[in-house]
């Protein structure tokens, strides 16, 4: 995911041709050959779990329903995602219980401005991505086609076990997009429900509607990456689709109780125009309202798209304005260093209520029900009557250390 760097395990930066051009997965017709990977052999001896949302075809195959990408497999087949197979008659997760590792964040990394601030969030994903982003920005968790990645052992309750152990408030499905990891995420929010522990979705919302309903009704909050307003971005960049993501957000915000806040990488020359940010803005006021948090980060030159300069603060500044002028009340920066621009004020009388330098609260002006100090106006969110005190600090996790109950 872009707005969310994670731990970096062993790995090369992909070089010579992309893969074998692999014609069953949807959308791939006239894309470049990166935007569908050659389907892969089951390794043995790694631990695999029957997954749900999927259907068996006339021709044999089985199509793969979490994702709109919708994957047909022979048996032994991956789908491009490289976490979700066909074994015999069924698809299988073959990561679950195993992660690409673990830390301890500050929430507003993920970046979470309205949940519980200044809180310490247990962060971890797996390996694979249902995108294929040239941007990608955790390339080497997310396009990895590697088992030694996955370096951790971790079942749902050792993961809510550490997390408690901790001292976190929550933990955050992240590093790579968690919807493809389903089962193992669900059976993790579960067992830290049962702990009082929240749970954190940071997702880029490419997700089909049964396995989306299942997913979100055990997450507390999720950051959705709106990686541009534009379906031929989409399409060229991501070899995905902006409709099933803009679905995602209204089911979101519309449906469920999770906290939603958004976030929006800006590329120079690809998605950072002013009309295209502006209309996205008019989206988000009349489809979502005009509380939901926007956060514009920084790309800088990775994976793919090494020839693109990074995002000058002045291109974030400006997409903050529009955003705000449109009707959007808790508009932020990110990936630069800017305190006005990570700040969260008031909309009616424009006062401060929480103050950040980088992942560290500088000011807290909310009273106990979350309203601002000076005029008593609601600021949307989900607080508690103290800020948490975690501030920048990252701290790397051992699984293993948290084995025995």
């Known amino acids: 995911m872009e707005g969310d760097p994670g731990p970096r395990p062993p790995a090369s930066r992909p070089s010579g041709p992309p893969p074998e051009h692999h014609p069953d997965l949807p959308g791939a017709a006239g894309l470049p050959p990166e935007a569908a990977w050659t389907a892969q052999e089951i390794r043995p001896g790694g631990p695999v779990v029957p997954g749900?949302?999927?259907r068996k075809l006339e021709d044999g195959r089985i199509e793969c329903e979490v994702c709109p990408r919708r994957c047909r497999l022979n048996d032994?087949?991956?789908?491009?995602?490289?976490?979700?197979?066909?074994?015999?008659?069924?698809?299988v997760l073959t990561t679950y219980g195993r992660s690409s590792g673990f830390c301890v964040d500050p929430i507003e990394k993920k970046p979470l401005n309205h949940f519980l601030p200044g809180t310490p969030v247990l962060s971890f994903g797996t390996a694979g991505c249902n995108l294929t982003c040239r941007f990608c920005q955790n390339w080497d968790i997310s396009k990895s086609r590697e088992m030694d990645t996955l370096a951790d052992e971790a079942?749902?309750?050792?993961?809510?076990?550490?997390?408690?152990?901790?001292?976190?408030?929550s933990v955050a499905y992240t590093y790579n997009d968690p919807v493809i990891f389903l089962e193992y995420a669900v059976d993790t929010a579960r067992a830290c429900r049962d702990l009082g522990?929240?749970?954190?979705?940071?997702?880029?919302?490419?997700?089909?509607?049964?396995?989306?309903?299942?997913?979100?009704?055990?997450?507390?909050a999720a950051n959705v990456d709106l990686k541009a307003f534009s379906e031929d971005?989409?399409?060229k960049i991501c070899t995905g689709s902006l409709a099933p993501v803009l679905d995602t957000l209204r089911y979101i915000k519309h449906e469920t109780d999770c906290w939603l806040e958004i976030?929006?990488?800006?590329?120079?020359?690809?998605?950072?125009?002013?009309?295209?940010?502006?209309?996205?803005?008019?989206?988000?006021?009349?489809?979502l309202g005009p509380d939901v948090p926007w956060h514009f980060t920084a790309f800088h030159p990775d994976y793919r798209m090494l020839d693109v300069p990074p995002t000058p603060p002045s291109t974030l500044a400006r997409a903050r304005e529009i955003a705000m002028k449109r009707g959007v009340r808790y508009a932020y920066t990110g990936n630069v260093h800017d305190e006005e621009g990570g700040s969260t004020f008031c909309h009616v009388c424009r006062a401060l209520l929480i103050g950040r330098d980088w992942y560290r609260l500088t000011a807290w002006n909310l009273d106990e029900q979350g309203c601002c100090r000076s005029c008593g106006t609601p600021c949307a969110g989900v607080f508690e009557p103290q800020p948490g005190t975690w501030g920048p600090r990252r701290l790397p996790v051992r699984p293993a250390d948290f084995a025995s109950s």
Request: glycine share 6%; charged share 30%; aromatic share 10%.
């Open 197 to 220: 522990i929240k749970n954190v979705a940071v997702t880029a919302g490419y997700v089909c509607e049964e396995a989306r309903r299942e997913f979100f009704a055990h997450m507390d």
């Open 233 to 235: 971005f989409y399409r």
């Open 76 to 91: 032994g087949q991956r789908g491009l995602c490289f976490v979700r197979a066909r074994q015999g008659d069924q698809i």
């Open 263 to 287: 976030t929006t990488l800006l590329i120079p020359g690809h998605n950072d125009s002013p009309e295209e940010i502006d209309a996205a803005a008019r989206w988000v006021v009349e489809n």
């Open 155 to 169: 079942p749902p309750e050792r993961i809510a076990r550490a997390a408690k152990a901790l001292g976190c408030r």
């Open 52 to 54: 749900r949302y999927w």
